[in-house]
């Protein structure tokens, strides 16, 4: 997952009002999206501070640990040994990671991970709710979807939780799926970047989603009739039996109220401005190549699931239930939906991404 992120403020207050800056002159501003085009790298959120926050707590602590050893010593060899000890002690505290993380972090981490599943065994999922959305609606529970119709187009889906909508574009490239030789016809990631502001409406993230399932299964032994079978299919592309592509575009009402009062204000107005990205976006991809549509309300239930890798044969069977049992649950090193288990893997360095 490749995500474009719009720099923002902490504050509100500061995105309504924010500081004016010069524009660039048309020939430079062309020139600088060439020659991000012909070599991007996606770059890796971070909270705000958060390297300095961690070199300063290590600081701190072995500043500690001193002042501990030499109070020790002031004192005397029988107050020296339990100082050393505690010195130690603060000193592992700040060195020692457990699961990548230091040991603060990770008790931290401890911590809302208990409070999370805390608050999901009392939170209960709203009756009637679509059973595609149920494993969604547990890890968010005010999570909910739209279905926007304007008059001159087909209904547009539409997810939020109310600070937030999001509209997803499912993209495909030629009759391959954006599957085999990818590096024939990448997607182009400048377009993308170019939808975060389009006519005023300023998005909040961009997100490209590849959702792969691969065949055959890997329990397989390699000498059964699946493995054979698809065999020649991986040596000419290595595809996987299913890549999909989807773009989510989230857009945060607040940091463009400006274009949000102009279209309606509210719930709607925000509608209409992410859709108005959303069909802006969808163009251009279009020109470059690719097929891409806007889901509606029913596509973007079913990408959320198969995002989620939703069992299929539980999704019908708790749409005939009365009884709702909870189909996620969350630990310290996986997230399990159903019968299958998610866990996530941290990119440390991206590599450079050309033609785009």
């Not at 991970?113 to 709203?126: S, W």
């Not at 708790?318 to 990119?347: K, L, P």
Request: charged share 25%.
């Amino acid at each position: 997952m490749a995500s474009g992120t719009r720099s923002r403020t902490r504050g509100r207050s500061a995105v309504r009002g924010g500081a004016t800056e010069s524009a660039p002159a048309p020939g430079e501003t062309s020139a600088r999206r060439e020659a991000t085009r012909q070599s991007a790298a996606p770059g890796l959120r971070a909270r705000p501070g958060q390297a300095g926050s961690f070199r300063l707590q290590r600081i701190v602590l072995v500043e500690l640990a001193a002042a501990v050893l030499l109070v020790g010593w002031a004192i005397g060899m029988m107050a020296l040994v339990p100082a050393a000890v505690v010195a130690v002690a603060l000193v592992l505290l700040g060195f020692v990671r457990r699961r990548g993380r230091s040991l603060p972090e990770w008790l931290a981490t401890a911590r809302e991970l208990r409070a999370r599943r805390k608050q999901a065994a009392h939170t209960p999922i709203p009756p009637g709710t679509e059973p595609g959305l149920v494993p969604a609606m547990e890890c968010e529970p005010a999570l909910r979807t739209y279905s926007y119709d304007p008059r001159d187009r087909s209904p547009v889906g539409i997810v939020g939780d109310g600070t937030f909508v999001t509209a997803v574009l499912q993209v495909e490239a030629d009759a391959t799926a954006l599957r085999a030789e990818r590096s024939r016809q990448p997607l182009p990631l400048g377009l993308v970047r170019d939808a975060l502001e389009v006519d005023g409406i300023r998005l909040e993230s961009a997100q490209v989603v590849l959702h792969t399932q691969p065949a055959p299964a890997l329990h397989l032994p390699q000498q059964s009739v699946a493995v054979a079978n698809y065999l020649p299919l991986q040596e000419q592309t290595g595809a996987p039996a299913v890549r999909i592509t989807w773009i989510a575009l989230k857009l945060d009402p607040e940091a463009c109220a400006e274009a949000v009062a102009a279209r309606g204000g509210g719930l709607l107005g925000a509608q209409k401005c992410v859709v108005r990205s959303a069909d802006h976006l969808a163009s251009r991809l279009t020109g470059a190549g690719f097929r891409a549509r806007v889901l509606d309300e029913e596509e973007l239930i079913a990408a959320l699931a198969t995002s989620a890798c939703a069992n299929p044969l539980v999704t019908a069977e708790a749409g005939r239930s009365e009884t709702r049992e909870r189909r996620t649950e969350e630990s310290g090193r996986s997230w399990r939906c159903d019968n299958r288990r998610h866990t996530t893997y941290w990119v440390r360095r991206w590599p450079q991404l050309g033609g785009g």
